[in-house]
C-alpha cells in the first residue's frame, strides 16, 4: 500500500512539472522572436458618408448622405515580435481582407430626404500594417496595436425616377485603424486571439462622372469602421 501511495505520489508530481513546463512553453510561444501567421473571421459595422460641395466653394451646398452598414469580415495576418523585455512584448503586422459590408439610401437636401436621389456604397478589399504593444500574463497577451489603413470603398448614385446608375466611384481610401486584443497560447505553436478595431478611412474628394454635370460640385466621401473578430495562428 505504502508503495502504490508513493508511486501515485511520483506519478502526480511528474504530471503537474509537465503541465508547468507545458505552460512555460506556451508562454513562451507569444513572447519569444519570431513570424507567425494567422486567419480570422468576425462582424463589422461602417458608417460610410458624403458632404458635397459647389465647385471652388468651401461651403456645403446642402447635399449630404450618412449611411451604416453591417456585414463580416475575413481574411488573414502576418506579423513578427522584434523585442521582448520583462513582460512586454513590441512587434508588427500586417493584415488583408474582405469586408462585406453595404448600405443605401435618399440623399438628403438641408436634412430632409430627396427620394428622386439614392446614394449607395460598398467596402471591399482592406489592409493595415500596424505596430503591436502587449504585456504577458501567464498565457495570455493583452495588447494594443494601431498603424496605417486602406480599403476599396464604392459610392453609387442612382437617379431613382429613370432607375438609372447617375455616379459610380471607386476609390481606394488610406488612413489609420488602432485596436485592442487578447491572445492566448494553445500549444507551443498554436494561439487563439479576439480582436477589436476602429478605423478611419479619411476623406476622398471625387467630381461627377457624369457628362450632364461634370464640374458642377464635388462630393467629399468618408468611412469609418467598428470590427470584432477572432483569428488562429500559427507561429514558427
Known amino acids: 500500500m505504502k508503495k502504490i501511495l508513493i508511486a501515485s505520489l511520483l506519478m502526480s508530481t511528474s504530471c503537474a512539472v509537465q503541465a508547468m513546463a507545458d505552460n512555460v512553453a506556451a508562454a513562451n510561444t507569444l513572447s519569444a522572436p519570431g513570424w507567425y501567421f494567422g486567419m480570422q473571421v468576425g462582424s463589422a459595422s461602417a458608417r460610410p458618408s458624403m458632404v458635397q460641395y459647389d465647385l471652388g ?118 488612413g489609420g485603424t488602432v485596436g485592442a486584443g487578447v491572445e492566448y497560447a494553445l500549444s507551443t505553436h498554436v494561439t487563439a486571439r479576439i480582436e477589436y478595431r476602429y478605423t478611419d478611412f479619411g476623406k476622398v474628394s471625387v467630381t461627377p462622372n457624369n457628362d450632364g454635370y461634370d464640374g458642377d460640385y464635388t462630393d467629399k466621401h468618408g468611412v469609418t469602421q467598428e470590427s470584432l473578430t477572432v483569428g488562429v495562428a500559427y507561429r514558427f
Not at 469580415?73 to 506579423?79: A, I, N, P, R
Not at 481582407?97 to 478589399?125: C, M, Q, T
Not at 502587449?134 to 493583452?142: D, K, P, S
Open 57 to 174: 466653394d468651401t461651403n456645403p451646398n446642402g447635399w449630404t448622405w450618412n449611411g451604416r452598414g453591417k456585414g463580416s469580415v475575413s481574411g488573414v495576418y502576418l506579423g513578427s515580435n522584434l523585442l521582448t523585455k520583462d513582460k512586454v512584448v513590441m512587434g508588427v503586422e500586417a493584415d488583408l481582407g474582405y469586408a462585406n459590408l453595404r448600405d443605401e439610401g435618399s440623399e438628403l437636401y438641408a436634412g430632409v430626404p430627396d427620394s428622386e436621389w439614392l446614394y449607395g456604397w460598398k467596402s471591399g478589399l482592406q489592409g493595415s500594417l500596424r505596430a503591436r504593444v502587449g504585456v504577458m500574463a501567464g498565457n495570455a497577451l493583452f495588447y494594443v496595436t494601431g498603424g496605417i489603413a486602406m480599403g476599396r470603398q464604392t459610392f453609387n448614385v442612382y437617379d431613382d425616377a429613370s432607375n438609372t446608375n447617375f455616379e459610380s466611384h471607386k476609390n481606394t481610401m488610406v
